[in-house]
């Protein structure tokens, strides 16, 4: 049985978990905390980053757009007008940047930084960087979430989805990254009606389910987090 190594938490995790399970696959889920940086992880990905994706012959494949890519190239053709990556070049272009946009940039300016200050911290040894969250680094992430908010709705307000006229990695990853911020109820939903009404079309997929009934040690969601009419 192919094994997808993960964390709740993880927007990169959270998008390859959409992406298998939009294409069908099933694999065992196996949660891993990266800053512990087991010698049984590192011999898989010597970054310990996340996801890690393990097939049933045991090969690794480490990252979410390697293994994206990967998925859709062997599985891509067989869904046809459901396929998740454009057959069109530049389609697929688009598709690929936003994905990034939302994996790396969106990433790095607000979503890896709330999650590390608001749930890994809380987790971590003082000898792994655990401790009482920065609040300078709270509010800079917060400060940055406005203006992604902004470019989400202007995204979903003038397309039927964000990257064209299909659903696409580009929606996973946006959606992603959105849970994981909504889960710690960091977004203002009365601001941004456009990328709500899109989200709400998103996560009431099945292969949102899942997401939708974990909880992390420590933090509870906020109130409409599983509600698909929130």
Known sequence: ??????HPMSTASRFIRLVLSEYGYQPDLAE?????????FLALNPAATLPVFVDDNMRALCGPMVIAEFVDETNGVLKRDRRLLAEDPFQRAEIRRLTEWFLQ???GDVT???VRERI???????????????????RTSRANIRQHMKYLSWLAGSRTYLAGDRLSYADLAGAAAISVL???GEIDWNESPTAKEWYQRIKSRPSFRPLLAERVRGLTPVSHYADLDF
Do not use: C, I, N, V
């Open 32 to 40: 891993e905390q990266p800053w512990e940086k087991r010698r049984d």
């Open 1 to 6: 049985m192919p094994t997808l190594y993960h």
């Open 105 to 107: 940039k969106m990433e």
């Open 182 to 184: 909504d889960y710690m």
């Open 120 to 138: 890994f911290k809380l987790q971590m040894t003082a000898s792994q960087g655990g401790g009482a969250p920065d609040s300078k680094m709270l």
């Open 112 to 114: 890896r930084p709330l």
